[in-house]
């Protein structure tokens, strides 16, 4: 499969701190890169789709305006958590989409966020 | 009705054990169809893609029933190493894709 990298693995935060996120393909382009969060055994839940050079697909209730995305070039996808609350600790996971490959996705290894 | 439907489990198998694990899916119009597994706290790995009838690797083959709208996981031969969580995914219209809840599967030495 294609290789997604993540980063950071992992933040601790402060109360009303943003933190960035960055989601790469290594080796190939990502047409779609997508946003998911998972709290403990739960689903994956989809926050937002993103294509490059465009503006990025907020899922239902998820606010745009705290979770800022940015997908400026083929390789590269950032979440940005706006104002973190400790209610925002989770893990969040990207996958990308594209390259050579027709409908897979392949994921990011993901980011444990705390918010104290 | 939800998009994707697994059975949550927990399956608990012997090891060398045979295990089936069902999705049901919708949207009869959907095309691609994969299986994930993921381990506690990582992220989801891509095990197999179905595109056609059915997909067969080593040890796992998946089964699509456009019919009945449902794909089929199988795993012969249980390793220990094959517990995790996996997930069901459907790809709907566009970019939209549909995750299962996922089947937690426990192999038992």
């Known amino acids: 499969g294609a290789v997604v990298s993540q980063h950071p693995s992992w933040v601790i935060c402060k109360s009303g701190t943003s933190v960035k996120i960055e989601c790469r393909s290594l080796?190939?382009?990502?047409?779609?890169m997508f946003w998911y969060r998972q709290f403990p055994k739960q689903s994956l839940m989809l926050m937002a789709t993103?294509?490059?050079?465009?503006?990025?697909?907020?899922e239902q209730g998820v606010e745009k305006d705290k979770f800022l995305i940015n997908h400026a070039s083929l390789t590269l996808s950032t979440l940005t958590v706006t104002s973190a609350h400790p209610e925002d600790s989770s893990f969040y996971i990207c996958?990308?989409?594209?390259?050579?490959?027709?409908?897979?996705?392949?994921f990011g290894p993901g980011t444990r966020l705390t918010v104290l | 009705r939800k998009e994707v439907e697994q059975d949550p489990g927990p399956f608990n198998v012997p090891e060398g054990a045979t295990v089936a694990f069902n999705c049901t899916y919708s949207?009869?119009?959907?095309?691609?169809f994969f299986w994930y597994r993921q381990d506690c706290r990582k992220e989801p790995k891509l095990l197999m893609s179905?595109?056609?009838s059915g997909n067969e690797d080593g040890r796992f083959t998946a089964q699509l029933n456009r019919a009945s709208q449902y794909i089929s996981l199988l795993i012969r031969d249980s390793k220990l190493s094959d517990s995790a969580t996996y997930l069901c995914?459907?790809?709907?219209?566009?970019?939209?894709?549909?995750f299962g809840t996922g089947t937690s599967l426990t192999v038992i030495p």
């Open positions: 996958s990308a989409r594209g390259g050579g490959w027709r409908d897979e996705q392949f």
């Open positions: 080796d190939f382009q990502a047409t779609t």
């Open positions: 993103s294509n490059e050079g465009s503006k990025a697909t907020y």
């Open positions: 949207n009869s119009a959907s095309q691609s």
């Open positions: 179905v595109y056609s």
């Open positions: 995914v459907v790809k709907g219209t566009g970019n939209q894709f549909y």
